[in-house]
Every structure is written in structure tokens, then in C-alpha cells.
């Protein structure tokens, strides 16, 4: 009896000395904050689309080749993680006819407006609707056979009165703005007007497709210089300037472009 007493003596002793002792708690591992892609597609719906050959064609092949690897990021996030967006927007541009606002809001996806249940199993039903819609809005914007029946798009004005709408200032953000277009940025080629927008989007990654002088011999060297100056001024440091070529080629580029770590690139 008297072993048994002492035994839970110890047993209680023991007890109270470990209920004032904290254990140690394992460390929580810091979170590694999930990436949000932000997609920008900004169209030049000048007189390119009949001046160069097959170009609205080749835009739509750009931009549903963008909106797949959009897609495909949204599942690597097991869709409701996602928070990625694409977006086709319009450089101003006079006398088009065309109503922007109806265009570029059927032709936005953001994952964040889309409730968890629909967000899989509407899947197909949203890229039918967005393919549909970019369709319609090419088979609008070719309103003419005439170049002078096109007034120059003007990017420079998006830049300067839209882009900070559309860009998301996020640190876990990577924003994408993919111009297509085939010649300067702002109407006119008044060189001064660029000066103005600068040091806004310092995390933009820029990619210039289809580009395609067309006027004199060396244009294209100048008009790259126009870009690149351009870009450096606004404080821009990631860009690739892609010039019009083999449109599979084109679509290889931009997906190796996505699939790397964002890079100073220089004209190719």
C-alpha cells in the first residue's frame, strides 16, 4: 500500500511539474504567396487588317493561343485557387464604329468574378463564348477594303488614359500586355507625346507581336528604336519586340516567353 502511495506521489509530482512546462511548438512555415497572372491584349484595328495579308486570321490564332495558356495556368491553380484574368482591349482609334466597351467586357475573364461550382464545369461553355466574341468583333472591325477608310490606331492614348485601369499593382501579380500591332505607337509619329507617360508600370512585361513596316527600307530599324525608347523612358524593363514572320513560330515564342522567368529581352 505504501509503494502504491509513493508511486502516485511521483505520478502527480511528474504531472505538475510538466503542466507548467510549455512544449515548444514546431515553427510554422511561411507561406509562399500564390502568383496571380494579369493578361493584356491590346488591339491595333487599323488598316493593317487589310493591308497585311490574312492578318485578322492571325490575330485570333495569336490571341486563342494566349487565352489556352491562360487556361491552362487557372488548372495548375486547381481552379479555385486561381485569380489569373485575360482581357482584349482596344487602342482608340476614330471612326471605327465599334463599341469598346460592349467588346472588351465580353471579351474579359476573370477567375475572381466566377463562383468555385462554375468555375471547372463552365469551362468550355467561357472559351466557346470568348472565341465567338473575338469572331464577331474581327468580322466587325474589317468594315472596309479601302485603307483611307481607317483612321491610325492610337496606343499611345491607351497607355496614357487605360492602361492604369487594366493593371493590376500587385507584388504577386505578373502582368502580361501583348500589343498587336504593325507600326508606331501613337498617331502621327509626334515623338514628344511619348515623353509623357513614364515610370508607371515598372512591373509590366511587354511583347510586341506582328509587327510589320511597311513604308521605306529601313523603318524597321527606326520604328524599333521608337518602341525600345519608348519603354526605357517609362521605366519598362522587361519587352520583346517580335517582328511579323511564321505565325506558328510567333505562337512557339510566346509560350516559351510565359513559361520563363521574366528577363530584359531585346528586339529579336
Not at 471547372?120 to 468583333?137: P, S, V
Not at 483611307?148 to 492602361?163: N, Q, R, S, T
Not at 527600307?217 to 521605366?235: P, R, S
Not at 513560330?249 to 521574366?262: A, R, S, T
Request: with cysteine; aromatic share 10%.
Amino acid at each position: 500500500m505504501k509503494r502504491r502511495i509513493t508511486a502516485l506521489a511521483i505520478i502527480a509530482v511528474v504531472a505538475l511539474g510538466l503542466g507548467g512546462c510549455k512544449l515548444p511548438t514546431p515553427e510554422k512555415k511561411a507561406e509562399v504567396p500564390r502568383i496571380k497572372h494579369n493578361y493584356i491584349v491590346l488591339l491595333d484595328l487599323s488598316d493593317r487588317l487589310i493591308v497585311q495579308d490574312n492578318q485578322p486570321a492571325r490575330d485570333k490564332e495569336l490571341i486563342r493561343n494566349l487565352y489556352t495558356v491562360f487556361e491552362e495556368k487557372v488548372r495548375k491553380d486547381l481552379y479555385i485557387k486561381s485569380g489569373d484574368e485575360i482581357k482584349v482591349v482596344i487602342a482608340p482609334q476614330r471612326g471605327s464604329g465599334l463599341r469598346r466597351d460592349v467588346f472588351e467586357d465580353r471579351l474579359y475573364v476573370n477567375m475572381n468574378s466566377i463562383q468555385n461550382v462554375y468555375r471547372k464545369t463552365k469551362e468550355e461553355e467561357r472559351r466557346q463564348a470568348f472565341f465567338a466574341n473575338l469572331d464577331t468583333l474581327y468580322s466587325q472591325a474589317v468594315f472596309s477594303n479601302q485603307r483611307d477608310d481607317y483612321h491610325g490606331a492610337d496606343i499611345w492614348k491607351y497607355f496614357y488614359e487605360d492602361l492604369g485601369v487594366d493593371y493590376t499593382d500587385d507584388p504577386n501579380t505578373e502582368n502580361y500586355l501583348f500589343i498587336l500591332t504593325d507600326g508606331y505607337p501613337i498617331v502621327g509619329h509626334n515623338q514628344s507625346k511619348l515623353l509623357q507617360v513614364r515610370n508607371e508600370f515598372p512591373d509590366l512585361h511587354i511583347v510586341l507581336l506582328e509587327a510589320a513596316p511597311r513604308d521605306k527600307d529601313m523603318e524597321w530599324d527606326h520604328v524599333m528604336e521608337v518602341w525600345q525608347d519608348w519603354f526605357d523612358n517609362m521605366g519598362v524593363k522587361n519587352y520583346t519586340l517580335i517582328k511579323r514572320g511564321s505565325i506558328t513560330k510567333e505562337v512557339e515564342q510566346v509560350k516559351d516567353l510565359l513559361e520563363l522567368e521574366p528577363v530584359r529581352l531585346t528586339s529579336r
